[in-house]
């Protein structure tokens, strides 16, 4: 090995340096803004095209339920007696039903009855389901497993068979379907809360906050039940279509709100008997229904994804 | 037993608690034929009484008479109708298998490619679309229109065709996206890529090791699925006039006949409840890590 001179570091002079001017900014200008779970979730979302545009639709569809029967010449319940069982025109765009009727606005006012029905008895369940899988969740050990138990029971058998027995009971009508729907559909709620809380109790924050001297339901309200609150939205999100489409099974089947009322199930059912001779009367509830619930779907996909990225497919 | 127990008991006091009785008529029955019937059905008893008969005679299997048809007793209608609503409900089970378990493998394995995406979007509208819109829309089409298909009626072996296809389209759709998903999760294990290292050809690959695996999820939906099926003929059977089960629990809704909405609701509880057992069986088979009872 020869003599390598170890040269270069004393050779350049202090002069060669110059200081870089102070920094102005400070590290946490400079890093970018944190993310919050919700803002990240919305960035998510914006991002699903299809999620979009079942919400825009249902936004569409919300506007026209609200509007639309307010705008139209027509009401629902008004007979044509020399124009009945038209075809689209321009002056029935849907065309009217075998008793005369504006299907438009009777289909505008099915939108109004199905939203009304998905909305309240999605309020219902929420309510119920999150105090229900909440108190369980919280008080585990034998209260939980009793809690849990009554659940399993109920979920063992269709929902829509105590629909039925519940619509039996407290007669048709409009509250009754709210109600039925409402009593029955919280129990998915209450398992998906409990299985959050039961994770979500166990960690510091929770025993932070028992350690200061928070009540039991100070606990659960604000501390635990707002960190479950993105699988509450998914499950509400997966739960509005299906209140949707019991309503209109139910109103199918003739259990459903009363006449002179339309509802979705209520005018597809009505078209049945006359399909032969006007088609176009069944058409249009179908597509309302069927358009009502893709919407919906995608934007409940989009939300999971959104919210939950684990559970992405 | 105590889920069945549970159903009884629920159904029975809901249906007393309905203000009104099947043999309400808008003009008043004499007071003397109203005492004979209330005798004859033992309604003027102790509600506890008639829970207690009521209960008593089901562990017989006898699930008492008809309120509306006179001389019928509620296990003739479900013995006569049942294994229409069987036939229609087995028909459904068969399309959803043979349709909705292949189209889920297929678009797992071509993945992206128009197979995929065809079968999903499909799958995607199955889903959205109402039973009873589909079944009307068949009518409409293929009974009505092109007339190739009988409409209504339960008369050859025609008749099952349309019906099923109704009542199988939203759980073949479900099962054909469960089956999609379940097969790309099982495609990514470790397993399968010692599978392929080791030589194997791609078709053992994906039908020994993949689709046995990807199939236990599946398995687990049974039980929903069958429930879906069965309140799904209430309607199905409406539309197409079947003379089955659903047919007449809807029409005894109607009717008021409590002691058949009572039995049908006892029969379906205890279907299910021999179903879900059976499913939970079934796992244990397909699933040897997981073992019955601790």
């Known amino acids: 090995m020869a003599d390598i001179p170890v040269s270069g570091i004393h050779e350049i002079s202090k002069d060669k340096f110059t200081p870089l001017p102070a920094r102005k900014k400070d590290i946490a200008d400079i890093s970018r803004p944190s993310v919050t779970y919700w ?11 299809m999620a979009m545009l079942g919400m825009y639709t249902i936004i569409f569809i919300i506007l026209l339920a609200i509007l639309g029967p307010i705008l139209s010449p027509h009401s629902y319940s008004d007979q044509f007696l020399d ?16 008793l005369g009727r504006d299907l438009f ?23 119920v389901g999150v105090l229900y899988g909440g108190i369980a969740g919280l008080a585990g050990g034998r209260v939980d497993n009793v809690m849990m138990r009554i659940v399993d029971m109920f979920y063992s058998i269709p929902l829509v068979l105590y629909v039925i027995l519940m619509m039996v009971v407290i007669g048709p009508g409009l509250k009754s379907i709210f109600m039925a729907l409402g009593l029955v559909y919280w129990l998915e709620m209450a398992r998906v809360v409990r299985a959050q809380i039961l994770t979500l109790k166990e960690q510091e924050f929770v025993m932070a906050a028992r ?29 509005i279509p299906l209140a949707i489409f019991t309503e209109a099974f139910l109103s199918f089947l003739g259990l459903g709100v009363a006449i002179p009322m339309a509802s979705w199930g209520v005018l597809a059912s009505d078209a049945l008997p006359a399909i032969r001779s006007y088609p176009h009367m069944l058409f249009f509830p179908a597509m309302a229904i069927s358009v009502t619930m893709l919407a919906f779907n995608f934007l409940g996909d989009g939300l999971r994804d959104a919210l939950d990225p684990r559970l992405r497919k | ?11 029975f006091f809901l249906m007393h608690a309905i203000p009104g009785g099947p043999f309400t008529r808008e003009k008043a029955l004499p007071p003397a034929v109203m005492k004979n019937i209330e005798e004859r059905y033992h309604l003027n008893d102790p509600l506890w009484k008639q ?26 209608i479900i013995a006569e109708s049942f294994p229409i609503s069987a036939q229609l409900g087995l028909a459904s089970l068969f399309i959803m298998l043979f349709v909705g378990l292949p189209a889920g493998i297929i678009s797992a394995l071509r993945q992206t490619k128009w197979q995929d995406h065809l079968a999903m979007s499909l799958a995607t509208v199955g889903v959205a679309v109402p039973n009873f819109v589909v079944a009307t829309l068949l009518m409409y089409i293929v009974g009505v229109k092109l007339g190739w298909l009988p409409t209504a009626r339960w008369l050859s072996w025609q008749s099952v065709i349309m019906p099923s296809i109704a009542l199988a389209g939203y759980y073949t759709a479900y099962v054909a996206r469960l089956t999609r998903s379940s097969v790309l999760e099982v495609l990514q294990q470790d397993y399968i890529r010692t599978a392929r290292a080791k030589g194997l050809p791609e078709r053992v690959v994906v039908y020994k090791h993949a689709l046995k695996n990807a199939l236990i999820p599946i398995v687990t939906y049974l039980g929903p699925i069958l429930a879906g099926i069965l309140t799904g003929s209430f309607v199905i059977e409406k539309i197409f006039a079947i003379p089955g089960l659903g047919e007449h629990f809807v029409a005894s809704i109607w009717n008021r006949d409590y002691t058949v909405i009572l039995g049908v609701t006892v029969f379906y509880a205890t279907l299910l409840v021999i179903v879900n057992l059976i499913v939970d069986i079934l796992y244990c088979f397909i699933d040897p890590r997981i073992r019955l009872g601790k």
């Open chain 1, 39 to 49: 803002g990240d979730a919305w960035r998510r979302l914006r991002q699903n095209k």
């Open chain 1, 83 to 98: 124009k009945q069982g038209l075809g689209p025109n321009n002056e029935h765009w849907f065309g009217t039903d075998s």
């Open chain 1, 105 to 127: 606005v009777r289909v505008l006012y099915g939108a109004r009855i199905s939203l009304a029905v998905g909305l309240v008895a999605s309020l219902l369940n929420l309510t």
């Open chain 1, 211 to 239: 350690a200061l001297g928070a009540s039991q339901a100070r606990i659960l309200f604000r501390h635990l039940i707002p960190n479950c609150m993105g699988p509450i939205i998914i499950t509400v999100s997966m739960n």
């Open chain 2, 1 to 11: 037993m105590v889920t069945i127990w549970m159903v009884v008991t629920i159904t």
């Open chain 2, 51 to 76: 829970y207690t008969d009521y209960i008593q005679n089901l562990v017989r299997g006898d699930l008492g008479p008809s309120f509306k048809y006179q001389g019928v007793t509620v296990n003739q």
